[in-house]
């Protein structure tokens, strides 16, 4: 059994900041890419930022300039800081982790998600 559980979530003005974190746990051999993806009200799910076993980072348009993507590879563990946040970033977070289970192989874990809120 693998679980992904993200945290960090919640309300901020416009112009903030959050921090973000997920971690992965259970019967894990080793995590591959882990990355953030948003679902804003009316539309559809998005990548955000990825990072792989390696750090090497990709992002959104959007996003770039102000989030930032980082990883601790020891507690399977990856991290979104969001600064200068907009109303536009609202949306419930998402974190996937690509792994490779003890039991059941390569695949995909989503966690449940987490609200970000951003008033204007």
């Known amino acids: 059994q693998v679980r992904v559980v993200e945290s960090g979530g919640g309300l901020v003005q416009a112009g903030g900041s959050l921090r973000l974190s997920c971690a992965a746990s259970?019967?894990?051999?080793?995590?591959?890419?882990m990355g953030w993806y948003r679902r804003a009200p009316g539309k559809q799910r998005e990548l955000v930022a990825v990072i792989t076993g390696g750090g090497s980072t990709n992002y959104a348009d959007s996003v770039k300039g102000r989030f930032t993507i980082s990883r601790d590879n020891v507690k399977n563990t990856v991290f979104l800081q969001m600064n200068s946040l907009k109303p536009e970033d609202t949306a419930l977070y998402y974190c996937?982790?690509?792994?490779?289970?003890?039991?059941?192989?390569?695949?995909?874990?989503w966690g449940q998600g987490t609200q970000v809120t951003v008033s204007s």
């Open positions: 996937k982790a690509m792994v490779e289970s003890q039991l059941h192989g390569p695949g995909d874990y």
């Open positions: 259970g019967s894990i051999r080793s995590v591959n890419a």
